[in-house]
């Protein structure tokens, strides 16, 4: 299974560490090209690849990480999605403001859905903080990932992948159900969850 980021920021980066580490092969991509992932790819290892974002959402498991109001314009002209499975790292909220985007209740991964046509979305990725996220073992146990979506299958592949890089994944259900790992709102996020035994 081919894998990408789109997105090298605070959680793309974590992202590529963590996958790399592992031992797994990944592609990413930015706004800026390739050329300006030269130093982050340099610091991942022969493992890491910098490519252009249309070779990125060619991936079989694509993971979004980019400023919301930013995610339109990355995902703009991508495609087809069909098959492919997207992890959803994103909230809608964003630097220097931190003010939520207003959705009208909507989960966010639904919005994200939206302009994925044909993609199996799973929310996931998207409730620690970067330094949390590169320890998966912490504190004698394994941390906790939780993993949302619509598609079964989908949901087991990110969780075998969750639990291959040290986590333990926990499937909250759909989307809606999703909402309980949701930040800002939901009450898990703001927790540093450790699995024991
Ligand atoms: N930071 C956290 O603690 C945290 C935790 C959990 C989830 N998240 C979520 O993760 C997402 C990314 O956050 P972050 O903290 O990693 O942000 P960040 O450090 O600002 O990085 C954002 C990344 O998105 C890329 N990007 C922006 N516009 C793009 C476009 N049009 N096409 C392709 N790539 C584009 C940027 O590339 P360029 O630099 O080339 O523009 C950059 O690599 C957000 O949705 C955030 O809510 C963040």
């Known amino acids: 299974m081919s894998i990408s980021i789109i997105g090298a920021g605070a959680i793309g980066s974590a992202i ?16 800026r090209g390739p050329e300006s992932l030269k130093p982050l790819v340099a610091e991942l290892g022969p493992r890491a690849r910098a490519v252009s974002l249309e070779q990125a959402a060619a991936a079989d498991l694509v993971f979004l990480a980019v400023n919301w109001s930013k995610i339109p314009a990355a995902l703009a002209g991508l495609g087809p999605w069909e098959g492919r499975i997207v992890v959803d790292a994103n909230n809608p ?15 966010s991964t639904q919005v994200v ?16 903080t ?15 990932l939780f993993v949302s979506g619509e598609q ?8 075998e992948l969750i639990t291959q890089l040290g986590f333990h994944g926990i499937d909250l ?9 949701q930040f800002p709102g939901g009450p898990l996020p703001a927790l540093n969850l450790v699995k024991h035994g």
């Not at 590529?16 to 930015?30: D, K, W």
């Not at 079964?152 to 969780?159: F, G, L, P």
């Open 16 to 31: 590529a560490r963590l996958l790399t580490n592992t031992g797994l092969e990944i592609s990413i991509a930015n706004s």
């Open 93 to 107: 909220i964003e630097a220097p403001l931190f003010k939520p985007f207003e959705l009208g209740g909507e989960p």
């Open 113 to 128: 859905a939206r302009m994925l046509p044909g993609a199996r979305v799973v929310k996931a990725f998207n409730h620690l």
């Open 130 to 144: 970067p330094n949390l996220l590169a320890n998966p073992g912490a504190e004698g146990g394994k941390r906790l």
């Open 152 to 159: 079964a299958d989908a949901k087991r592949q990110v969780i």
């Open 173 to 181: 259900g759909n989307l809606q159900q999703g909402q309980l790992a």
